[in-house]
């Protein structure tokens, strides 16, 4: 069923297609979808998943970024560190889902959006499961034509074996430079994505798409203010509903232009994709 608004809301029942483990706890979920759905895919937006043998424990949805999509499927990569998320990572082949979708407002990667210069390329960054939303713009092939200016992938993780998408984002952007970095050191060097970051930065014409926890955000930011350079920030924020109406995920943002004045955004509607000189942390 689709409710039409100011934008398109997809409610449904559908089945996983495939379960893939990617490590002990990340997986990455192919769950069948109507061609509509599919069509109102884009980098960046997401979805509200439940699981639909159980609709009551826990009573809400949880928000996954749509990282690939095809004609009548799409990708959603799970990290089980919750109730909510390890009942829906273990579920296999066949099992019901509750999803509604696509949701959002993505990374600005069409010609008529904010990123409209072509001498400019686009730095990617990733922070953890941040990986998801951002191979969003890499994976499918809807967006292939959209987005040629990629530059580099700058990808963050804990440990070596929590960089999960690689071996996928390589088959489909062969040319792709993709530079790691964990905080243990196990691949790449030692350190934080933001090291890589300023790195990049030192060459101008850039424009930073990036996703990843809070404290990644914040210092991305604090790097693109240090360099000059224009970014996107996707943000993470818990929610309930995904489509305005509980308030939960409502982030500080810099008011209209020239008032000095701040003012909330609802993540789930006006985001999860901002400007990044216009979010307050």
Known sequence: MALTGELIL????????KN???????????IAAPEDFCRKAA????????????????LLKRPFGICNWGKNWFEVVIKMVGKGSRQLGLLQEGALLSVHGPLGEGYPV????????????????????????????LLPTAV??????EKVLLYGAAKAEELVLLDKIKECRPNLRIETI?????????????ELLKTELQVAGNVTFACGPEPMLKSVQQVLQEFNSKGFLSLENRMACGFGV?????????????????????????GPVFPAEEVIF
């Open 10 to 17: 997809y409610l449904f029942k559908t089945k996983i297609l």
């Open 20 to 30: 893939s483990s990617l490590t002990r706890d990340i997986v990455n979920l192919r």
């Open 43 to 58: 980098p960046g937006r997401f979805i509200m998943l439940g699981n639909d043998n159980n609709l009551s424990d826990p």
């Open 110 to 137: 069409k010609n008529s959006a904010p990123v409209r210069n072509h001498d400019e390329s686009v730095i990617m960054v990733a922070g953890g499961m941040g990986i998801a939303s951002i191979a969003s713009c």
């Open 144 to 149: 292939n034509d959209e987005i040629k200016r």
């Open 182 to 194: 964990t905080d243990d050191g196990s691949s790449g060097r030692k350190g934080f994505v933001t």
């Open 246 to 270: 509980c308030l939960g995920c409502v982030q500080t943002i810099v008011g209209d232009a020239g008032s000095g004045d701040v003012k909330s955004a609802k993540v789930c509607t006006q």
